[in-house]
């Protein structure tokens, strides 16, 4: 079983950036894909960016292209989320997602089975 704990949330301006990061830990990292959701209150947890357990694949929401960067080092166990020219809208709590791996980056928070706790992002306008 993997556990994971996010980390790097907070509060920035509108047009900043953030890191976050999530440690895996109790499982064999490299056989997991990973993905980012997030949740804004009064809203269904939605996808972010997801990475496939080599690394060869990634996917983002349409609403995050061009300014998230998803990336994993499966040597130090850690999957990261760069996010540049944060907007309102990107607030929500962002949760770190794990499922045994596949071919393709999957998008349905339903297929992960391992879920981290949250971190929250705000961002002022």
């Known amino acids: 079983q993997v556990q994971l704990v996010e980390s790097g949330g907070g509060l920035v301006q509108a047009g900043g950036s953030l890191r976050l990061s999530c440690a895996a830990s109790?499982?064999?990292?490299?056989?997991?894909?990973m993905a980012w959701f997030r949740q804004a209150p009064g809203k269904e947890r939605s996808f972010v960016a997801g990475i496939t357990w080599l690394g060869s694949n990634t996917d983002y929401a349409d609403s995050v292209k061009g300014r998230f960067t998803i990336s994993r080092d499966n040597a130090k166990n850690t999957v990261s989320l760069q996010m540049l020219s944060l907007k309102f809208e990107d607030t929500a709590v962002y949760y770190c997602a794990a499922r045994r791996f596949g071919t393709t980056v999957v998008s349905t928070a339903t297929l992960y089975t391992h879920w981290g706790q949250g971190t929250q992002v705000t961002v002022s306008s």
């Open positions: 109790g499982g064999t990292f490299s056989t997991y894909d």
